[in-house]
């Protein structure tokens, strides 16, 4: 079974298992009722549940692992606010998967964008250009843009606390104090976000309290038991009305906006049309707390990400293998290029051709080849290494003289040298 481990390694009873944590998730091989084509693929199989658990992993020492968005390597799978679980639900799902940093002519191949950005700002103008252009460029393309709102780490320390608060634990003060302090770094970075923020899309609007989910409702809250899921709202985003629209902004910015899931009467999840589009859309999400690497433990939102995932993927019959790009970005979002920038490359050879890193790069690696070639190969009979004699009780006396001035004790070490003359040499 599953365990999530702290520090407390001198005592057995720190390890708390993740079923009484998280409730049952062993009911991994539930039937979707998304579908069997995409989310049997992505949400069927039982290697979920290690998927769901691997960030948990790196759960074992003081620090916890809480990267937010990031999808590739070991941190994107231990982090408890890191999306590999979510990536890897897309590429069970016939897609090819890649991170992607920056927006740039390079992503036009990309046939569904997840953006799950590291910071409260809204899109900027210049960043939802790029992102109409990108959608009126082919029919049925996706764009899954997912608040920021949520922080996976206070919920861990909440869950844990919780747990241990029946006890006579000492480890109850040290969750509730990690708790404590995740709450107050989230709280500090949600104060530097303005109250009310403009997005295009939506309109951002922070309530003072977080409300749990209590009720579901809308097309996608079908077969979800609400009981079990554990989302959360913070900051709401609201579709714009024609009076909230910028100055001299033309009406026709008003989005066609659906509700397809709401938490407590708000709306969670939406989706945002234009006429211009076409086929395309983007998928509005309040915020992460049912796909990232920790939310995704729980059976509920397991089965609601699998049901985004068959909304966004293979919507046109004649697609095989879609192309989804996860945007990685922070504060200021991702940099917008009209061109693609010259760069090294990801294989790291491009540096060869660029002025002046090149020439030196060439001439320190044919300097490379040559002492390699000095340095390693034998040529001749090889020499055979002097065998030492293990029955020298000289080199006894060394290694002891040693060890002695390990110690850094002199007074110890001439009373043990006087001792040696007493029984020696009396």
């Known amino acids: 079974m599953f365990s999530i481990s ?4 001198a005592r057995p009873d720190s390890t708390i298992r993740s079923a009484d944590l998280f409730g049952r998730v062993r009911r991994t091989r539930a039937a979707s009722p998304a579908g069997p084509s995409v989310a049997g693929r992505a949400f069927g199989c039982p290697r979920w549940l290690l998927l769901g658990m691997v960030l948990l992993s790196g759960c074992a020492g003081e620090q916890l692992i809480n ?41 036009n191949g990309a046939d569904v964008i997840v953006w799950i950005p590291d910071s409260f700002e809204p899109p900027s103008a210049q960043h939802r250009r790029f992102v109409d252009d990108w959608l009126q460029g082919d029919r049925g393309r996706t764009l899954v843009y997912v608040g920021r709102d949520y922080d996976a780490s206070m919920i861990y320390w909440e869950k844990l606390f919780e747990r241990a608060k029946g006890r006579s634990d000492p480890s109850t003060r040290h969750f509730e104090s990690k708790r404590r ?53 913070w900051t709401r985003f609201d579709s714009p009305r024609a009076d909230q629209l910028p100055p001299g902004a033309d009406d026709e910015l008003v989005p066609h906006s659906e509700e397809l899931l709401t938490v407590n009467g708000e709306a969670m999840i939406r989706r945002i049309k234009y006429d211009h ?8 999400v309040t915020n992460g707390s049912f796909l990232l690497n920790l939310p995704l433990v729980n059976h509920e939102h397991r089965k609601l990400a699998a049901r985004l995932i068959q909304h966004v ?26 061109t693609e920038p010259r760069m090294f490359g990801e294989s790291g050879f491009g540096a060869f051709v660029s002025w002046p890193l090149g020439a030196i790069l060439i001439h320190l690696f044919g300097w490379g080849l040559i002492y390699c070639a000095w340095r390693f190969p034998i040529f001749g ?46």
């Open 67 to 107: 990267k937010y968005g990031e999808v590739r390597g070991e941190i994107g799978k231990q982090s408890v606010n890191g999306t590999a679980v979510l990536a890897d639900m897309f590429a069970r799902a016939g897609c090819r998967v890649r991170r992607w940093s920056r927006m740039s002519p390079r992503i």
């Open 277 to 284: 589009w076409d086929d395309s859309q983007v998928i509005l």
């Open 6 to 9: 702290t520090r407390q390694s």
């Open 181 to 233: 302090i995740a709450q107050r770094d989230h709280e500090t970075e949600r104060d530097a976000f303005d109250g009310e923020a403009y997005g295009g899309w939506f309109i951002a609007h922070q309530d003072e309290q977080r409300q749990k989910s209590e009720k579901l409702a809308g097309p996608w809250s079908s077969n979800i038991q609400s009981a079990e899921v554990d989302m959360e709202i």
């Open 313 to 338: 993927v293979h919507r046109d019959p004649a697609r095989k293998n879609e192309n989804v790009v996860f945007m990685v970005s922070s504060g200021g979002g991702p940099k917008v290029y009209e």
């Open 381 to 426: 009979r090889p020499r055979e290494r002097q065998r030492e004699l293990t029955a020298d009780f000289g080199k006894h006396v060394t290694a002891l003289g040693r060890q002695l001035q390990r110690t850094g004790d002199m007074q110890y070490a001439q009373e043990k040298l006087e001792q040696y003359h007493r029984i020696n040499r009396p």
